[in-house]
């Protein structure tokens, strides 16, 4: 790609990204074009859909996320590298209104444009999960496809006005649910009071 198309193609993911961010991922393509002052037909032939636009301004960060994941597998315990992960990927995900509903249709849906990178994304939560897991650290009921959800419903609570001023704690106690020793964000399921 030429030095000028990629300068422009990542100027539209910038102003897609904020709108997004403002509005939510149904905002309108045309007034993502007015934003970078550029045509409609210009964003189109650098993205054709939607959802190659979102495909683009998400992998980037999924990528990100990832990697992310192999590095807290390699300098944290187990059941801190899964909640610091689930933290940073709930996190992360409410940065862009909406998005979590089609992340989790994407997922579902292997001709989708976020298939892929929602697929990566969901093997590297499992692949946190299964290692806490394996010392005991997280309950054995749960797999990355749940993992993967439980991100969806955090971030979700995030997008809520009402909910929003209780993410963090409604995060901790999701966090608690799920290791089931002591010294992590809480412990397992039958604990506390009744």
């Not at 964003?43 to 960060?61: I, N, Q, Y």
């Not at 990927?89 to 298939?115: F, K, N, P």
């Amino acid at each position: 790609m030429r030095a000028d198309a990629r300068k422009n193609r990542d100027h539209l993911l910038d102003v897609a990204g904020a709108a997004i961010g403002e509005q939510g991922v149904e905002v309108s393509l045309r007034d993502i074009a007015r934003r970078a002052d550029v045509g409609l037909a210009t964003l189109l032939r650098h993205f054709p859909t939607r959802e190659a636009l979102l495909d683009a301004l998400l992998r980037t960060s999924f990528d990100e996320l990832t990697a992310r994941a192999e590095e807290l597998e390699q300098s944290a315990s187990p059941e801190d590298a899964l909640v610091t992960w689930l933290r940073e990927c709930v996190a992360w995900t409410t940065e862009y209104r909406g998005v979590t509903v089609l992340m989790a249709a994407a997922i579902e849906d292997a001709e989708s444009a976020l298939h892929a990178s929602c697929v990566t994304l969901r093997t590297a939560g499992a692949r946190l999960l299964a290692r806490a897991q394996a010392t005991g650290g997280a309950r054995g009921d749960l797999d990355g496809t749940e993992l993967f959800a439980l991100v969806a419903m955090l971030a979700w609570l995030g997008d809520q006005p009402s909910l929003a001023p209780r993410a963090d704690h409604l995060f901790d106690v999701v966090a608690g649910a799920i290791l089931t020793s002591a010294g992590g964000a809480g412990t397992g399921p039958g604990s506390g009071p009744a």
